[in-house]
């Protein structure tokens, strides 16, 4: 116990720093313990037990002593009667008072008896003076006993007084007090110093060990596989009660270890389907909202962004910008390059958008070549936004222009961005999208790989132009499309043929420019059926003026081409079909291509000229000059001429650049044994310089308006002279 108190100590110590107070607290909690401890309560019970079956017994034993001093006293008292009585009587008679005293000193000698006295008797039988005392008859609690004195003399009783003897009741009481105490002492502390006997025995065999096992217990630990209740105990034979249930703890420990392992084993395996189900989840929710060859977020994704985005900015008053991203001639490079080339330069072109821009922008792939960034808080001030805008979409446009190489080959790309900024009052996720794909119409139709950002007046032109190009398509359904022809001069003034253009008179707006909606349909893809409808429109009118003969066997009608409809699937056969349909000989016919029919692919389309060249078809290279034109194009495409551009040819006069460019393309088409045609030849200076140069062919106002094919054959294929 002590040690227990000691350890109980140390703990404290240990816990509290020492602290006095709570040390004293632990001292007192523990011995609490103790006291409410089943060793306590038993020698409580003990003591109450034992104490008062002591008190029973000693007052009974003191009781019965009591009586039988008291029987001992009365017997006493009738033996003093029988032997005392007699003798006083006659010393009283006699007057022989030394005998008297000596008889009364004799009773006095008995235990109890505090004094005696002999009175003579009195008037009317009653006590009277007294004759003889010993002893002190004048002390409290005395009890008298009274005994007539009587004496016999011839058979007649003579009364002579009384024998008083004065009894200490309160001695004899007392005696039995200090028995009843005597008693109750010994016992007591004969009861004490068993119970503490037992209280130690049961502790050292019982509640100690129920101490141990309570502690053990409450430090259990179902993780810790080394925890028991083996206190620490020695076992006789077969064990007691305690063993058996140190035994019955053991075993419901192992089965809770094993439970407890089972749990975990479910837990674990639990832990991980729920892992393989988040993580499906997660693929499933990757996949829904990420475009699955870049890997960057989808339309859908994008669009919950852009929501998200346009919310934040309307609360917090910053603002951000959204672009759109499409790759110029990407299509072309992925027609005629394999789409696992233009795959691979998709996913290049996503990682450099992505590395470009901040870890909060988003960039979002939705579909084809078209990407999109959401750019969000740029700043609060419009022209802020702008400017950072327009260093964000420049540095767009530099990662896509950096090289690219794709399986050991150089690809270079550009990109037309489109940037909007937000939030616009009302303005909603759709469009805000449909605002930066507008101008990044408009950053394509400036010539590409530019940065354009929307104004609201572009967007009117932009809902224009698909006006435009649905009257179109019903102009091309109603068939109220026409062909003009322009004459085309050689340098002596013959003419040796026309170019056939496109024209359009639109019911309520007149007549529209094919320069208006030509590039419109190159985009849309319209370009191929009116390309088709143009050219067998001319081959039916250039077979009506053969046969009618106003048309000569050298004389021709060029055609032009997009390179959309050039780079079309069949292209060569469609031709060759409607030329044999007409009955029209290749040789009647030129096609006008672009420096645009031969980007992205250059050996199919070298491979597709020659295919028909090798049938007698003509080439004519158009809008020289403008584009990429180089020796080296020049130099591998099969062409048959080169069309100089007018914008050359309309400065001549005056731009001694243009005037070096036009006499360089010259000396290069002579030097390729090509045919020189000069197009746009508004005056007679422009005329006469390029035939003092040998320009082998003329076309323009000067020479000939453009013209629908009946007022074309009034005024140059029946009038053979020419101006
Ligand atoms: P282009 O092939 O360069 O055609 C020549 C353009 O120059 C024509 O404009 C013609 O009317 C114009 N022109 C002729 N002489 C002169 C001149 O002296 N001065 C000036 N300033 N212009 C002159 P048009 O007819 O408006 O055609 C514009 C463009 O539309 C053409 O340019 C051509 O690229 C395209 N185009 C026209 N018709 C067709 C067609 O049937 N198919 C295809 N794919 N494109 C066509
Ligand atoms: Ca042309
Ligand atoms: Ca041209």
Known sequence: MLADIRRADGEGEGMAGGAQGVRGAGRLDRLRGIASGLGARLIALMLVASTAITFGVALTEVLADYRADVKELDADLERIGRANLDPIALSLWNYDDAQLKLQLDGILQRPYVAAVEVRERGEGGADGAVRARVGEADRPGLRAERMPLVYRRDGEDAPLGTLRILLDQAAMQKVARDRAVNILLTQGSITLLIGLALLLIVRQIITRHLSALAKAATAFDLRDPSASFRVRRRRHGRGDEIDRVIDALEVMRTSLHRAYRDLEDANAELQADIAARLRAEATADHLANHDALTNLPNRRLLYQRLAHELAVAERSGTMGAMMFIDLDHFK????????????????????????????????????????????????????????????????????????????????????????????????????????????????????????????????????????????????????????????????????????????????????????????????????????????????????????????????????????????????????????????????????????????????????????????????????????????????????????????????????????????????????????????????????????????AVLQGYHLGRPAVAARFAESFLRRRTLV
Request: charged share 25%; net charge negative.
């Open 332 to 695: 072309t490079l992925n027609d005629a390059r394999g789409h696992s080339i233009g795959d691979a330069v998709l996913i290049e072109m996503a990682r450099r958008l992505k590395s470009s821009l901040r870890e909060i922008d988003l960039v979002a792939r939705l579909g084809g070549d078209e990407f999109v960034a959401l750019l969000p808080m740029l700043g609060e001030l419009r022209e802020r936004v702008v400017q950072n805008a327009r260093i964000a979409a420049e540095k767009l446009r530099a990662a896509v222009a950096e090289p690219i190489v794709v399986r050991g080959e150089v690809f270079r790309l550009s990109a037309s961005i489109g940037v909007t900024v937000f939030p616009e009052s009302g303005g909603t996720p759709e469009d805000l999208i449909k605002h930066a794909d507008t101008a990044m119409y408009q950053a394509k139709s400036e010539g590409r790989n530019i940065v354009h950002f929307f104004q609201h007046d572009l967007l009117k032109a932009m809902e224009e132009r698909h006006a435009l190009e649905s009257d179109l398509r019903q102009a091309l359904e109603d068939g109220a499309l026409d062909v003009a022809y322009q004459p085309l001069i050689d340098i002596r003034g013959t003419l040796c043929g026309a170019e056939a253009l496109v024209r359009w008179t639109h019911p309520q707006r007149g007549p529209v420019s094919p320069a208006q909606f030509i590039p419109l349909c190159e985009e849309s893809g319209l370009i191929v059926q009116i390309g088709d409808w143009v050219l067998r429109a001319v081959l039916r009118q250039v077979r009506t003026w053969r046969t009618d003969g106003l048309l000569g066997p050298d004389q021709y009608v060029s055609v032009n081409i997009s390179p959309r409809q050039f780079r079309q699937q069949g292209f060569e056969d469609q031709l060759m079909a409607a030329l044999h349909e007409a009955e029209v000989p290749p040789s009647a016919l030129v096609l006008e291509i672009t420096e645009g029919v031969v980007l992205g692919d250059i050996d199919s389309a070298i491979e597709r000229m020659q295919t028909l060249r090798g049938r007698g078809v003509r080439f004519f290279i158009d809008d020289f000059g403008t584009g990429y034109s180089s020796m080296a194009y020049l130099k591998r495409l099969p062409a048959d001429g080169l069309k100089i551009d007018k914008t050359f040819v309309r400065d001549l006069g005056s731009d001694a650049d243009d005037a070096a460019i036009v006499d360089a393309i010259l000396a290069m088409g002579r030097h390729f044994g090509l045919t020189v045609v000069a197009e746009g030849v508004e005056t007679a200076a422009q005329a006469e310089y390029l035939a003092a140069r040998q320009c």
